[in-house]
């Protein structure tokens, strides 16, 4: 498989890994404070939005970091074999 796929599989990846993950973490996190100490403004709708909030971006940035890490991975890989 060519460097762009390659690149372009293992980003989409990281991003599905990053929303799966880092959605529900935050949104756990908002339901931890809400339990615990006592912060009652975060209800279900807040947090859900709070957690699409930061969890989509990072996953948008980290799935291009990745993708373009391995692009580059791949593309020296190929070159040093060929």
Known sequence: ?????WSILSGCGC??????????????VCYLLWEYADIKELDAGPSVAIGAAISIPAAIFLGGLTGFFVYRWRQKKETDSG
Do not use: E, N, S
Not at 1 to 5: E, I, N, Q, V
Not at 15 to 28: E, H, K, Q
């Open 1 to 5: 498989m060519k460097p762009t796929g």
């Open 15 to 28: 991003a599905t890994m990053t929303v799966i993950v880092g959605g529900p973490l935050v949104v756990l």
